[in-house]
Nanobody
């Protein structure tokens, strides 16, 4: 499975961005999907997760109410709508696929897309 994240960029505080993650080579509709982010020198941080159908999602407290994770299984694409962006949201954002929801690990990772929020 290959994951290609895109949509990052430079945005001002309070602005919005929508990230996309295009999947190829696997059974996208069978995977739980998630977004993570990582700032330089810090550990990778969980952002949001969505089940295979899109009917269930879960968010880190730091983004709850501002970010929305969604997916389009017909297009093999995962999304992250980010609103009311803050400087602390600045990071490289990664998408990840999880084959088994009972396992804590994520099996496939995208290459990351940079999000920079300027004040």
């Amino acid at each position: 499975v290959q994951l290609q994240a895109s949509g990052g960029g430079l945005v001002q505080v309070g602005g919005s961005l929508r990230l996309s993650c295009a999947a190829s080579g696997g059974s996208f509709s069978r995977y739980f999907m998630a977004w993570f982010r990582q700032e330089p020198g810090k550990a990778r941080e969980f952002v949001a997760r969505i089940n295979w159908s899109g009917g269930y999602s879960y968010y880190a407290d730091s983004v709850k109410g501002r970010f929305t994770i969604s997916r389009d299984n017909a297009k093999n694409t995962l999304y992250l709508q980010m609103n009311s962006l803050k400087p602390e949201d600045t990071a490289v954002y990664y998408c990840a696929a999880q084959i088994s929801s009972s396992s804590p690990q994520y099996d496939y990772w995208g290459q990351g897309t940079q999000v920079t929020v300027s004040s």
